[in-house]
């Protein structure tokens, strides 16, 4: 190996631009919700090829304000995948909702697709597929499934009626950027959320955004204006409508929540939009650099673009239609299962690697593996294929900090650390 290199994990991406945009959001006297967030949300939404998007302070708020949009709570059932981070499962709690994890399928991070459809019961209000890595899980299928269980469905609030079926929400924190039979993660789910955290591809410090499909009999400005209510204290004219001369009076229709974005952030993300395109080009160079460097080691990898090929790969999509153009990867995170290995041996060689100067993740710990969801009743004993996912996986560093050199100083290590 060459001179050792500190290489941390997942640096975000900041250069003097956002620092600029920053600044001069600073000096305007205005930090919290206005002119830059709505202009962010306009950006955001013509991106994903929607028609609106609502700017947060995290994807979890996004998430649990699309559940509440639909009135989902206590007596109703939320299928969440078992092999994710706990915010994909969290918010089904706040908003009172009975949780069901599914396993994910053999050899997969997706959710089992015929489990889920199993899983679903008179009481099914929502889904929460999860788009882990980037890579876009199957919402054909998950639609399909539910355009099949239709007849199951009791519909309990004017939102979920509009819909008739089970809310289809996308859990794509990872996935900004992403695509699936030409389609953008944002265009296909019926609600997805994004994540804008410091350590995402696109970041704005803290963050995250909401969009939606269009949904016959709804108005998009209701829907905003809803959400709007939702997430600042229920204020029927949020601090820059406010400041219109003579409307200082507001109301509060409700005592909803607190999570909205300021314009400290948008302002960094407005600037990130502007380079993203040239961010995602650099990911899938690293990328594609991995996957070169790595074959003939006894490891599978996550594939991120479906035209990519080797020995050393493995498809989430189960329902992959083998076509060049079927899915991009955001390409969010590098994982890496170690065949024939446990999470002991995993475990050393993430202290391994550190030694040297690499650090790695582990995406994930099973959510029934948590003292949280232990309490709730979950045994991961339940979810052996999630299981055995975890159990030798380890997450490699892919960020658009990395130079060529690092790259090759970290498919360098690895493979002198997994002898």
């Given at each position: ?24 959001v ?7 919700t ?10 955001i ?10 700017c ?30 706990t ?114 591809n ?13 949904i ?96 050393s ?72 294929n ?34």
């Amino acid at each position: 190996m060459n001179i050792k290199m500190n290489i941390p994990f997942s640096p975000p991406d900041i250069t003097e631009e956002e620092i600029n945009a920053v600044s001069e959001v600073l000096r305007s006297g205005w930090l919290t919700t206005g002119p830059k967030t709505k202009s962010l949300e306009n950006e955001i939404a013509i991106y994903c090829h929607t028609s609106k998007a609502v700017c947060l302070n995290s994807a979890t708020a996004c998430a649990e304000m699309a559940l509440r949009l639909f009135d989902i709570g206590e007596g109703d059932e939320v299928i969440v995948p078992a092999y994710t981070y706990t915010a994909s499962a969290s918010v089904v709690c706040h908003v009172g909702a009975k949780l069901v994890l599914v396993d994910t399928a053999p050899g997969s991070y997706h959710i089992d697709y015929d489990a889920l459809e199993i899983a679903i019961t008179e009481k099914t209000k929502a889904i929460i597929p999860v788009d882990i890595a980037g890579v876009m899980a199957d919402y054909n299928r998950i639609l399909e499934i539910v355009e099949s269980k239709k007849h199951l469905f009791k519909a309990s609030s004017k939102m979920q009626a509009a819909l008739g079926r089970i809310l289809v929400l996308s859990d794509s924190a990872h996935g900004f950027g992403a695509s699936r039979l030409k389609k953008m993660s944002g265009e296909v789910a019926d609600f997805t959320s994004f994540s804008f955290h410091a350590v995402k591809n696109f970041t704005t410090g803290e963050g995250g955004a909401l969009v939606w499909k269009d949904i016959v009999g709804v108005d998009n400005e209701e829907i905003y204006k809803k959400l709007m209510l939702l997430t600042l204290h229920g204020q029927s004219k949020d601090a820059l409508a406010k400041t219109q001369l003579g409307s200082w009076e507001y109301d509060i229709v409700a005592p909803y929540y607190k999570c909205n974005m300021t314009d400290i952030m948008a302002a960094i993300g407005l600037v990130q939009m502007k380079r993203y395109e040239g961010l995602l080009k650099r990911r899938k160079v690293i990328i594609e650099a991995y996957t070169r460097g790595l074959e003939g080691e006894n490891i599978e990898v996550i594939q991120h673009f479906s035209n990519l090929t080797g020995t050393s790969t493995i498809l989430c999509n189960s329902g992959d239609n083998g076509t060049n153009d079927c899915f991009i990867s955001s390409g969010h995170l590098y994982l890496v299962r170690l065949i024939g290995k446990d999470s002991t041996y995993r475990n050393g060689l993430i202290t391994k690697m550190a030694e040297n100067g690499v650090a790695t993740n582990v995406h994930y710990k099973p959510l029934p593996m948590h003292t949280a969801y232990k309490n709730l009743g979950f045994d991961i004993n339940d979810y052996p294929n999630a299981y055995a996912m975890f159990e030798n996986e380890i997450t490699l560093p892919l960020n658009t900090c990395l130079t060529d050199e690092q790259v090759q100083y970290i498919i360098d290590v690895f493979k002198e650390c997994n002898r």
